[in-house]
């Protein structure tokens, strides 16, 4: 696992061997019309239309648009990212074993209150294709939120 400075310091005292997993999303694997493989959460989810560019950033991108889980259920940044992590180790399970044979960018973003948004967290992934990935992570410093995690499943 990758992260940076501020998701390192939240997660210092947390095992992250210890964290129940529980299956909370199911992951789809879909063809399009061109018979590229994408991978979505929702099964309502539809891409047959969208086709890979050379580099495979639509297939990417739609993933990572439509891959989107949203938690905000507390005013404690640590109360938000304890059910973050659970999901997060579950998909990555889910990734590891249902589909070994793609590579995937598995990412746990944090935000701090900031206004009137309190805390929350997004967990994302997407398919890696020909080595095009959305984030940087030879600089996740310079990541925009506040915290941040990757892993990399397969």
Do not use: H
Not at 92 to 118: A, C, G, H, M, T
């Amino acid at each position: 696992m990758i992260s940076n400075s501020k998701m390192k310091e939240l997660l210092s005292d947390i095992d992250l061997s210890s964290i129940e997993i529980k299956n909370y999303y199911s992951i789809f694997e879909r063809e399009n019309s061109e018979n590229e493989k994408y991978w979505v959460i929702s099964n309502e989810t539809d891409c047959t239309l969208c086709s890979t560019s050379s580099v495979g950033t639509n297939l990417t991108d739609f993933e990572w648009k439509n891959n989107e889980i949203y938690i905000s259920n507390s005013v404690n940044i640590k109360d938000v990212l304890n059910p973050s992590l659970k999901m997060f180790m579950s998909l990555k399970r889910i990734l590891e074993e249902n589909y070994p044979y793609q590579k995937f960018d598995l990412i746990l973003s944090l935000s701090k209150k900031e206004d009137d948004i309190p805390p929350n967290a997004n967990i994302r992934f997407y398919a890696v294709r020909d080595n095009f990935r959305m984030i940087d992570i030879e600089n996740i410093e310079n990541y925009k939120y506040e915290a941040v995690l990757i892993e990399t499943v397969n």
